[in-house]
């Protein structure tokens, strides 16, 4: 019966991987993939036909356990839930206040900062800010705030299109390496995996050469040759409001503070996102953005505004994808030193067992990280391996888990960000982008195992 989720998690991917040709929005294939595998879940369970097993190993079992156990299969569909909620409100926190500033035009201001016509120029202007800004205010809200800018500058979609899958590139290798950057480093940093010294000091070389590798050759490729084509009918000299620095400023201040605010806290992302999000919304209320502003166009630049703009099939796909995974996480699907274990859980201990090196493991884990999400993947490693703090493994695994995604687009949430506000095609990344994500991911690795087996030895 184990196969009949598994099967349906296939039939649902590949789904999402044909949306053009099925001409079916990825979001549908999602949401039915989802309720899908719960629902079977929760007959089969109820069926005793398979356990489910929540995120501290306990295992339920209806057959022996009763109202107990299924009280467990509740808590552990609330606790992925959970889980995901936490990453679409900090989604829609991070879009609303992306969406607040375009409404006040405080893109401009960068799009002013970025002078270039020159589309080589322009790729490595936007691949050095989103490295940075990925490690400040992590990748994904990098990856908003960098798409939102090129919808700005570059106003021919295929090239548009070409910039925005580089800035999953550069943003993800740049979340790698910040303990804010990336929700699997956050995840290996709570957990008291790594520090952020460590992993700032052992992985950021690695995710430069991750990030400049690609870059280095897509700079010699025909659609970042020549410059930038201007749209005569658009309206590229867009006026800046009295209030178009403020809001700027304001937001990704408020975006910055988050992290602060965790670590302040100790509360998860979100709450600071949200604290974020009122601030702005706050003064986008009584800010005035035009000399002689009126109540009759207050509606123009409120965050009601900004809200109805988000792309809201973006973060029902992400509800989806992240609650189909956690069902896999959650199924039984075999048993690990007498120990019920889930079915991700089990092919992570399986694959560890027939390839004894860890290195090729870790690797090989971020290739499955650009395939399967990236959080139960490292949640896996987190309890398969006992290494200390800021050992070789955790600092690998934190590299591995956070650019491996970049060889699909639905492989981080970077990516599903991107696909989701520029309509990204699934089968035109793995044709022009793939290989230039997986040539930086082995430089990448390549350069972390020199320096840590090689060079230094470490363990």
Request: hydrophobic share 55%; with cysteine; proline share 3%.
């Amino acid at each position: 019966m184990e196969s009949i989720i598994i099967l349906i998690f296939v039939i649902g991917y590949l789904a999402i991987t044909l949306e053009h040709p099925l001409k079916l929005d990825k979001t549908v294939p999602a949401l039915i993939m989802a309720a899908l595998i719960w629902a079977v879940l929760a007959v089969g369970f109820h069926s005793g036909w398979f356990n489910v097993v929540d995120s501290h190993d306990n295992a339920f079992s209806y057959l022996t356990g009763g109202e107990a156990a299924d009280e467990g299969f509740k808590n552990t569909l609330l606790h992925h839930l959970g889980k995901t909620a936490e990453i679409l409100i900090f989604l829609i926190g991070a879009m609303t206040i992306v969406e607040i500033i375009d409404l006040h035009r405080g893109f401009e201001i960068l799009k002013g900062a970025v002078k270039t016509k020159s589309k080589r120029k322009l790729l490595w202007i936007i691949g050095i800010l989103a490295f940075i800004l990925s490690a400040i205010i992590d990748n994904l809200t990098a990856t908003i705030v960098l798409v939102t800018l090129l919808r700005k500058l570059i106003h021919k979609r295929e090239d548009r299109l070409w910039y925005a899958a580089m800035v999953v590139i550069a943003a993800n290798a740049g979340g790698a390496w910040s303990p804010i950057g990336d929700v699997t480093t956050t995840m290996l940093w709570i957990d008291d995996k790594v520090t952020a010294a460590g992993l700032i000091e052992f992985v950021v070389l690695p995710s430069i050469f991750c990030f400049v590798v690609p870059f280095f050759i897509a700079s010699y490729l025909k659609p970042f040759r020549g410059n930038i084509e201007v749209d005569s009918t658009k309206d590229t000299v867009a006026e800046r409001l009295l209030s178009s620095k403020t809001m700027l400023f304001l937001g990704l201040g408020m975006i910055v503070s988050v992290p602060v605010f965790k670590t302040l806290t100790h509360l998860p992302p979100y709450m600071g996102m949200m604290l974020a999000l009122g601030v702005v919304w706050l003064v986008s209320e009584y800010i005035h953005p035009e000399e002689d502003f009126s109540n009759e166009r207050r509606h123009l630049y409120s965050a009601h505004k900004a809200l109805s703009r988000i792309e809201i099939s973006s973060i029902l796909f992400f509800l989806g994808i992240l609650m189909a995974v956690a069902g896999l996480e959650a199924l039984v699907f075999g048993a690990v030193s007498g120990e019920q274990v889930g079915t991700l859980r089990y092919a992570a201990e399986q694959l560890d067992m027939a390839i004894p090196n860890q290195d090729v493991v870790v690797i090989l884990l971020g290739i499955f990280s650009a395939i399967i999400d990236n959080v139960p993947l490292v949640a896996a490693s987190m309890g398969m391996y006992d290494s200390p703090t800021d050992s070789v493994l955790w600092h690998f695994i934190a590299y591995s888990a956070g650019t491996g995604g970049s060889m699909l687009i639905i492989g981080s949430a970077a990516g599903v960000a991107a696909m989701g506000m520029e309509r990204i095609d699934f089968i035109w990344y793995l044709k022009k982008i793939t290989w230039l994500a997986f040539i930086g991911f082995i430089v990448g690795a390549g350069v972390f195992l020199l320096f840590e087996r090689v060079i230094f030895h470490h363990v």
